[in-house]
C-alpha cells in the first residue's frame, strides 16, 4: 500500500458545527503532516507529528485541533471554524528525518465554512 | 528565510514541445528536492525525488536536474500532451532547526501549465 487516505473528500460545516478529518497511510511512515491550501496558492504547513507525538504547530489557530492515535492515522478536528478557513486540507507522511525517502500526499479533503 | 521560487508561473505551449519549468531556492543546505503535480482540486502527485547528493533523476518523460551550489532545479518534459497540463510544484525538503522537532517541505509558487492539442 503506497497511498495516503483522506476522508471526506468534501465536507460543508457552519461555523457553529464540530467536525473531524481522517487521515490513514499503511506504508510504515513515522512522520505525518497537515497542509492547508488556498486556491492557486502553494501548501502550507499546519503541523508535522514524528512518531505519534505533536512536534511542530506552525501557530495554527486553536479552532484547528491534531490528534494521532497511532504510527498509522492522523485526525484534524474542526470547531468554531471561519469562511475564511474554507480551503483544501491535504495530509502528508514521510519517513521522518532519519528516513531518506520523499512526502506521499493524500488527495485532500476539501472543506467549506458556511 | 528559505525561500523556493518557481519560474514561470505559468505557461501555454502547443502540443509536442519540450519544455523546462524552473525551481530556484535560497539555502542550499536542503535535504532532497521533490517535484509535484497537482490538477485542480486534487491532491499532490510526486513526480520525482532527488536526494541532496543526486544531479538528475529521470522517470518516462521526466528529467529533473538539482545543482546544489546555485540553489536551482529544473523539470524537463518532453514530448508535451494534453494530459500534461496541471500545476507543477517543486517543494524543497530542510530540516528543522533542532533535528528532533522533524523536517519540514517548502513549496514554490508553483507553474501553471496548458498543453494546447
Known amino acids: 500500500d503506497t497511498e495516503v487516505t483522506q476522508t471526506p473528500k468534501h465536507l460543508v460545516m457552519g461555523m457553529t458545527n464540530k467536525k473531524s478529518l481522517k487521515c490513514e497511510q499503511h506504508m510504515g511512515h513515522r512522520a505525518m503532516y497537515w497542509y492547508k491550501q488556498k486556491a492557486k496558492k502553494p501548501p502550507e504547513l499546519m503541523f508535522v507529528y514524528s512518531y505519534e507525538k505533536l512536534s511542530i504547530n506552525e501557530s495554527v489557530p486553536s479552532r484547528f485541533s491534531p490528534e494521532c492515535p497511532n504510527s498509522s492515522l492522523l485526525n484534524l478536528h474542526l470547531h468554531a471554524l471561519q469562511p475564511e478557513d474554507s480551503a483544501l486540507y491535504l495530509c502528508?507522511?514521510?519517513?521522518?528525518?532519519?528516513?531518506?525517502?520523499?512526502?506521499?500526499f493524500g488527495s485532500g479533503t476539501r472543506l467549506t465554512v458556511v | 528565510k528559505q525561500e523556493v521560487t518557481q519560474i514561470p508561473a505559468a505557461l501555454s505551449v502547443p502540443e509536442g514541445e519540450n519544455l523546462v519549468l524552473n525551481c530556484s531556492f535560497t539555502d542550499s543546505a536542503i535535504y532532497n528536492l521533490q517535484w509535484f503535480r497537482q490538477d485542480p482540486g486534487k491532491g499532490l502527485t510526486s513526480l520525482l525525488l532527488?536526494?541532496?547528493?543526486?544531479r538528475e533523476q529521470t522517470s518516462g518523460r521526466l528529467n529533473a536536474s538539482l545543482d546544489k551550489s546555485s540553489g536551482r532545479s529544473t523539470l524537463y518534459i518532453a514530448a508535451s500532451q494534453p494530459g500534461d497540463s496541471a500545476t507543477y510544484l517543486c517543494?524543497?525538503?530542510?530540516?528543522?532547526?533542532?533535528?528532533?522537532?522533524?523536517?519540514?517541505?517548502?513549496f514554490g509558487t508553483g507553474t501553471r501549465l496548458a498543453v494546447r492539442p
Open positions: 532527488i536526494q541532496s547528493s543526486q
Open positions: 502528508a507522511s514521510s519517513q521522518g528525518v532519519n528516513g531518506g525517502g520523499g512526502y506521499t
Open positions: 517543494a524543497v525538503r530542510y530540516m528543522w532547526e533542532k533535528k528532533s522537532s522533524g523536517d519540514k517541505l517548502t
